[in-house]
């Protein structure tokens, strides 16, 4: 859905059937946008988990930590 006015925006981001694990992850098939602030705003933002970018950004951070930690226990 392109350009959700506020009202939806709002359903959106109070219903509880969108947020999963007690607000830990966000999951709105309808809702386009990438990063989603949480239900409380001193916790930050999070990533809607039916957007394909957010899998492809986790296994990009996951490998990135994974090549790091690697990088340091290997011994030359």
């Known amino acids: 859905m392109k350009n959700p006015d506020e009202e939806l925006l709002e359903d959106w981001h109070t219903n509880p059937k ?3 694990l007690g607000g830990l ?3 709105n098939r309808e809702d386009e946008r990438l990063l989603i602030d949480k239900p ?3 916790y930050g ?3 809607n988990f039916a957007h394909r ?12 930590f994974g ?3 690697y990088m340091i226990t290997s011994k030359n």
């Not at 970018?53 to 990135?64: D, L, M, R």
Request: with cysteine.
């Open 53 to 64: 970018k957010s899998y492809i950004i986790i296994v990009v951070c996951i490998s990135f």
């Open 25 to 27: 992850f966000y999951y």
């Open 40 to 42: 409380n705003p001193n």
């Open 18 to 20: 969108y947020w999963k």
């Open 45 to 47: 933002s999070t990533l």
């Open 67 to 69: 090549f790091v930690v």
